[in-house]
């Protein structure tokens, strides 16, 4: 299903009339849809977003879903610098390597020209790392189980609403840890909370595995990932979980006196989702009707539309009182009030991608009933219209908005499935690369020579590795032994 | 209360040992209760704190507070860049005055040196009302009512914990308006919000009214503020809500078609609270043995501390028992078990403010009971203790946290109005200015002249303003025709 390539953001926020069909160009559609919908607009200065309010309710849910989660698995919040100094970050060698290029830098405070330039946190390791090396003395200190919420800067080249921008918000946990036994655990936990969130919360599926080494965080020991994939093919990373070793503990003196009397270095870990979820999920469930939310993470679960020809008291009455209902049981719903057509606010909230629909007119009043659409089911499809009694909207609301996310993340599960392509030979596994078929299967031989040639032919590498299931005997890519399967995609 | 004047920060944490007592030096007291009771740590870049999870805890809820009460008057949350163009920045003249001296700039990205240096933002007006411009076409569009939860910059000399930091985590809510009098009665409504949180949340009594036309905020119209008064009897501005007219409109071209189908400009505010708020509560409520918290902020509510001499399994399991049940019931709770002396434990969390300890010896066992004391009582006096039948714990709880909230909050008012001291003649008013003696209160002529000319006798000027509640003819301090009654107080 081949693509035309990514355009870069224009330079102010495109008045966006009609959303060109998804089915069509993925790229122009999912441009069109984010500014249309008013999730973002493009702010004033290059590749930066503002997220508007109803990018920021998905956001916020999105937010709660991963905080409770971290709360359960015994993490609290805290808030470190913004910026870092430029010694400071130079500590860790391969750290510095990675990131520097994308450093935006403050060189003036007020009046004053700095004496050392100040770097805006790209990622928190290092100035997290310091402070931890200033509370950690004994074992008794460990482990530390903290998670920040913060704004980071990269200095990209080209951008996209969510899925790149300079500026990002994300959350990045940050352990440290008296064993590395105990910091392994640490980030396959963290790794499952990801995967939970990004399939059970955003419906969005995804394989875990690790990182190969040419794409591991810069200064980790191991890197985990959780890779949805996009409708045109390509692989999208959405979360990442980093076993640090010792590094940031030896650059940094995170050191402690352990059980034993003897000074070690602590064991830490780093691990991070922003809204680049925000960017997949819009990708994974719309259509070419516009979003498609899921329930959990929607701002509005349910719009009411009263059908209305001319003044109708009862109908506008009925409205307003079910509406009351619902937002007294806690349902986050809208009522439709504007002086517009029935049919033009059915195509505004179906683009909005508000998981459910609910008409009330003259006749469903009359039969006291309301008609509730779906979002998730194509039109005229089964099930995607029910008449329900006014006295059950209530009732019935949790369970369809339940019902719409089953079939969400079910769709999803099915693409998924059905462009998970296992490759035998080269010819072909080559191909399925370049022609963005999907998570492309193989045995690999896990060797960065070989990641580099296959991604010179076809522009894909390695998302994630997970261990032979035996068997596979060669590297389907090159023909040397395979040690891992691996899933190779190109990737946003 | 004459006090030593406010140190500057260290410019490393320092280790605390001992809290020195809070009656005899509230400056020393404060800065050592905030490094020892693990609030906050000095970060290794000169001015700028890390809100450690303790000190995160009180923020995490102090936010919580002022969202929920965000939404119910209508609001939404988005998210707007860090950096502003300095071209954009410098479009409303009295603004950037007011700013520029403190603002941080970015002059590289990555390798590249930029063409145009970028602020990072100390306030986010410029970047909205660039956005707002582009969103507002029609009175349809009005109200726009948006709050940021954000870090921003402010590039300070002398920096304290929580009171002045060179970054700092605050909200900023900014709307617009198609009247004036709905954007007054915004800002009215959103003074009451941080009054409301101050005093019912924080247990900090306030008082409300106009700044005075030196303190306005740069490029407002009106700017009103809730003060807090410290125990050292200076002043602290607690959160602030200004009426921006059309000032930021035309700067940034903020136009609108009316219903009569006139093009006219929005009239705008914002209003901001900021962790500052926290170090108000900590000098507010603290006394000699350290924090007290206010229940409703307070990341603990109660400490279980089992007394234990040898081992008691007893003791032990109905500890951990009593600590599950209240755990369940949604209490912020924990047992402390600790190898150390219950005389040790207690002064801990009596120094970390904990609202409730809860004792559990082999006699209360044996009497069914368990011993609760109050930290917002001195050792001693009636009702610090109380002995509570162990089955009745999850019930009498949030009975006392709410006492003690209403106990720190009534003392707290006690002794806002004893030093709240009328002045009629200008010498007393001048001494009682120059001793901080309070919040001192005059009826006054409302002219920066004679504010400036009490400031440079006495380092004391206003605070805020209120109507003249009739009567009063002459102002105090220079003897000219008095308009207003104002607070006069030295300040933080």
Redesign the interface.
Known sequence: MPQPETLDQPE??PLVKEVPPKSKDLSAWYNAICYKAELV?L???RG??????Y???L??RLQAALDERFKATGH??????????ES?LTREAEHVEGFA????????????VLAE??A?RPTSEV?IG??YA??VHSYRDLPIL?NQW??V?R?EKRTRPFLRS??F?WQEGHTAHATEAEASEEVARMLEVYADVAENVAGVPVYKGEKSSSERFAGATHTYSIEALMPDGRALQAGTSHELGQNFAKAYGIEFSAEDQTLQYAWTTSWGMSWRMIGALIMVHGDDRGLRLPPKLAPLEAVIVPIVKGPSEDVTAAARELYATLKRAGLRVKLDERDERPGFKFADWEMRGVPLRIELGANDLAAGTVTIVRRDRERGEEGAKTSVPLADVGKVLPELLAAVGHSLFAQAKDFLAAHTLPATEREQFLRLCRDRAGMIDIPWCNRPECEAAVKAETRANTRNLRPLEGGETLCVACGEPAVVRAYFAQSY
Not at 101 to 112: H, L, S
């Open positions: 102010k926020t607009s702010a004033p200065v930066c977003m503002v997220l508007r309010p990018g920021y309710g956001w916020e609290e919040n805290a808030y470190f610098p913004l910026l870092i100094p400071l290029p994308e450093v935006a830098w403050v060189t003036q405070g007020g009046n004053e330039r100040l805006i100035i310091t402070m200033e509370w903290i913060a704004n800067m200095w300079l500026e918000l």
